[in-house]
């Protein structure tokens, strides 16, 4: 947010640099005394949770660089190496491979968050983008670390995700033969995607650090949707924000290590201890948890698209499924734009609290059905669930503005928190309202 | 009420503290595996265990170089005239004077007759080529330095001796590199 | 804070609820007909040393897994990914190794004159498998080739299914391979009656990819001599094979488990501190 910095450097040497590189104004102004809305819940750590992940991913998978090989032949090896005699490497390659999870367990409760607190509406349309570029870097990032260690799942992935790209019309088969780098995946695939894999967690580091500028320009959201009127409404990032998001970051890293020491081969797929084996296809390719709802969009659509009447094939199923896949995510690009109401928080949107919930169930039975083979009973609702993932950005969003009565917003921020202090019958009341006492 | 701020303080001071030390266990136990990771894998250390080699066919004059931990080392089964020469040999003609004998080996019982050397030049690491020209016995084809057949320097710019791995004769033909224990 | 929680909580169970009865829907529907899934039966589940979450490797069961191994599994099945060094994970002393690979003969070289030469095995070479190659391997199998046995054990997961795979979170299961091997190792039985078994392959209900396998039952009583009582028979050769395959599959397992215990509990308390420090923090705003 505006509003000129409070940073006042006492050392000699802070002041000299204060004058040629003022970083630690910047660092002052960004996380000490940036203003956060006082009335932020647990949900809003998630963005601190994220930047710890990618840190963490980003440490872990250097450090696991200095071990692995990528070469066709020896890569699978390689990782075995790693896990049987590296000192820690085990540990180091169930962080990576479980970070990967988690990571995106987080990236999906903060876009939930902003889609619940209208995270995404005017002013903040470039910072919902912004995010939204993150999670397909993310999704790119997770693919080709996952071709990475050479097992079947890893081949197939790879055979299926660059098929996507043959399904253009006219150009796709060139372009799938340029991905790979051959005529099929193999030695040259692997190497790319390690190259690729190492780049763009760098590059989602340099959205990050737009994403979180945006974020300072225009202030966060809170609960309550209404915007920051007065100093009442807000706290200093440190300590308040500084403090809670390190204690829900802990919360975080205890159930990721859960999993990392209890649970590491839960969340991946068991095929992936078989090496690579281009004769033998998996009984069931899936991909990670993570993309399986964009998998059950991609085979809910088993049928050609076909001008009325006739049998002039439009669109064929291959890349009608292909087209609604990705257009499952280009869809997010649009939902500032989608969301006519102007009421930001969904706590104040009676009907749009049911869609908005319905919306996050059938994002998971997507999911679920991600994981199902495609037959019998699963096609129709894959179908079904799908149509209802397009509904509610298509037709919900833009019409529940128009037809839905909000209900009553407070004021402000501390109107708010007052409020729902007296409620509670806290005894603080006339204390609250006066100036925070910033001492800590 | 005064005395009471001043616990309440006190108790958020250990609060702070704790916390903060936890903060700084926390840092190290995750700093401890990266660390950890650098160093040589099991399968490297297995792989570095001491090497047994059968001299029983070296004839005097004559040299092998064995690797052991990736790096060679030099077997050299010395002549008579080449021992004298390096008995005989003026402490000033050397850089680092060490006496012959305690440069020369053998196993228990047996003549000491093996000059047993790191086979890399102490001043870049390049490995000396053999020479027997008098009292020499390795030229380094990098520098130039010059070391007798013991391994000791007699020219730079190498400042120090071929440095000896551990090592042990099992028995008269049976040279052990990378131990000192049979 | 507390209240949008338990508002959540709510929403969340109503979500779940709903799911459930969705999917409960599909299930019933599934099972009308369709193509069939396998294994046929799920696996049987075992008790094993390594489940929980202070599991621990059993050294005599590791020690008898690693004969039934040598004297029956490794006739048709290697195990590329381990070197003899590995077995004293098992208890074994660094001469009992050198004894143990110097029974094996490896292709070493080339020598000084350019050939390759035999020589015995050494702790550090891998495990020597019995054939060449894969090629090899599956000529001499009818066309079908043996798997490895690095990490078979982590290989082979039937589907859990739901709801099964939620509680599986919980109670930390993660023995899903050793209970298929276990399983499949003793549930060789007779065809049920009308269905066909092909030339060659045994009928085998437990079997992840089909109704029958090509491997032969390989286990019998008295087999194998066990040295230290253990009884020798077909369910308990099964259980120590077993539980061999997952400590090959991971031998850092017990490691694995202990830091996870120390860490998740040095969590917990610096969970703790945080919580009260930023209560402390917090105590003269309200929020």
Known sequence: MSGHSTYNPTSGFGKFMDKRLPLARLVHDSFVSYPVPRNLNAFYTFGAILMIMLVSQIITGVVIAMHYTADAGIAFESVQLLRRDVSYGGLLQNWHAVGASMFFVAVYVHIFRGLYYGSYKEPREVLWILGVIIYLLMMATAFMGYVLPWGQMSYWGAQVITSFFSAIPLVGETIREYLLGGYSVGNATLNRFFSLHYLLPFMIAGIVILHVWTLHVTGQTNPTGV?????????????????????????????????????????????????????????????????????????????????????????DSKLGGVLAMFGAIVVLFFVPWLDTSDVRSTNYRPMYKIFFWLFVINSIFLGYLGSRPAEGIWIPLMKASTFW???????????????????????????????????????????????????? | MSEHTHDDATRRDFLYIATGAAGAVAVAGIAWPLVSQMGPNAREQ????????????????????????????????????????????????????????????????????????????????????????????????????????????????????????????????????????? | MKTLFSRLAKHAVVAVLGASVLVGGAFAAEEDGGTPHYPLQKPREQSWSFGGPFGHFDKGQLQRGLKVYTEVCAACHSMNLLSYRNLEDLGYTTDQIKNYAAEYEVTDGPNEDGEMFERPARPTDRFKGPYANDKEAAAANNGALPPDFSLLAKAR????????FIFDVFTAYAENGPDYIYSLLTGY????????????????????????????????????????????????????????????????????????????????VFAGLLYFTKKKVWSDVAH
């Open chain 1, 227 to 315: 915007e920051v009127k007065s100093k009442q409404d807000v706290l200093p990032f440190t300590p308040y924000a500084t403090i809670k998001d390190a204690f829900f970051v802990v919360l975080f890293m205890m159930v990721m290590c859960y999993f990392v020491f209890f649970l590491p081969d839960y969340l991946g797929h068991a095929d992936n201890y078989i090496p690579a084996d281009p004769l033998k296809t998996p009984a069931h390719i899936v991909p990670e948890w993570y993309f399986l709802p964009f998998y059950a969009i991609l085979r809910a659509i088993d049928f050609n698209i076909v001008v009325p009447f006739t049998e002039i094939v439009l669109i």
């Open chain 1, 389 to 440: 993932y397009f509904f509610h950005f298509l037709v919900i969003m833009p019409a529940l503005g128009f037809f839905e009565k909000p209900l009553a917003r407070p004021a402000s921020i501390t109107d708010a928190v007052l409020a729902k202090a007296s409620n509670s019958g806290a005894s603080q009341i006339e204390g609250t309202a006066a100036e925070p006492n910033t001492k800590g």
């Open chain 2, 46 to 182: 297995a792989a570095g265990a001491p090497v047994e080699i059968d001299v029983s066919e070296i004839e005097a004059g004559q040299l092998i170089t064995v690797i052991w931990r990736g790096a060679p080392y030099f077997v050299r089964k010395l002549t008579e005239v080449e021992i004298k020469a390096a008995d005989d040999a003026q402490q000033s003609e050397f850089r680092d004077f060490q006496p012959a004998n305690e440069r020369i080996a053998a196993a228990e019982g047996a003549t000491p007759q093996w000059a047993i050397v790191a086979a890399n030049c102490t001043h870049l690491g390049c490995v000396p080529t053999k020479v027997d020209t008098g009292l020499n016995g390795w030229v380094c084809p990098c520098h130039g330095s010059i070391f007798d057949v013991t391994g000791r320097v007699i020219k730079g710019p190498a400042p120090i001796n071929l440095p000896l791995p551990p090592f042990v004769f099992a028995s008269e033909d049976t040279l052990i590199i990378g131990t000192d224990q049979a």
């Open chain 3, 157 to 164: 997961a039937p589907e859990r299914g739901f709801p099964t």
């Open chain 3, 189 to 268: 039985q007779e065809a049920p009656e009308g269905k066909e078994v092909g030339e060659g392959l045994s009928y085998n209900p437990y079997f992840i990819a089909g109704t029958a396998l090509a491997m032969a039952p390989p286990l019998s009583d008295d087999l194998v001599d066990y040295d230290d009582g253990t009884p020798q028979t077909v369910d308990q050769y099964a259980k120590d094979v077993s539980a061999f395959m997952m400590w090959a599959a991971e031998p850092g397992l017990p490691q694995r488990k202990q830091q996870g215990f120390i860490v998740l509990l040095f969590l917990a």
